[in-house]
């Protein structure tokens, strides 16, 4: 099994900055992609940043400039620094990683279960 925590959502004021971390642990053999979705109440979930294993990134169009992604290999972590929140940011942040368990299996998509964030003043 393959586990993702979530960790460091909270309430923000408008134009705060907030950083969150993502930690993967469990029957690892490699990752893939790493990535960061949200959803707002009453609306589907929708892709933040992602980051491949080589560091090459895709970002939201609403995000772009304000958002960064990174990830440190070595301790299968990612992060997303968030700045010049906005309250339409307000959302749980899914965390998603494509996983390989064994030399032999394919990559699956595994899910952490979320943190709030909540921008308001």
């Given at each position: 099994q393959v586990?993702l ?5 909270g ?5 705060g900055?907030?950083?969150l ?14 990535g960061?979705y949200?959803?707002a ?5 929708e892709?933040?940043a992602v980051?491949?294993?080589?560091g090459?990134?895709?970002y939201?169009?609403s ?12 301790k299968?972590?990612v992060?997303?620094?968030?700045n ?12 998603k ?9 394919g990559?699956m998509?595994y899910?952490?279960?979320?943190t709030?964030v909540?921008v308001?003043?």
């Amino acid at each position: 099994q393959v586990q993702l925590v979530e960790s460091g959502g909270g309430l923000v004021q408008p134009g705060g900055s907030l950083r969150l971390s993502c930690a993967a642990s469990g029957n690892i053999f490699s990752i893939n992609a790493m990535g960061w979705y949200r959803q707002a109440p009453g609306k589907q979930r929708e892709l933040v940043a992602v980051i491949t294993n080589v560091g090459s990134t895709n970002y939201a169009d609403s995000v772009k400039g304000r958002f960064t992604i990174s990830r440190d290999n070595a301790k299968n972590t990612v992060f997303l620094q968030m700045n010049s929140l906005k309250p339409e940011d307000t959302a749980v942040y899914y965390c998603k990683a494509v996983v390989r368990t064994n030399i032999h299996g394919g990559f699956m998509d595994y899910w952490g279960k979320g943190t709030l964030v909540t921008v308001a003043s």
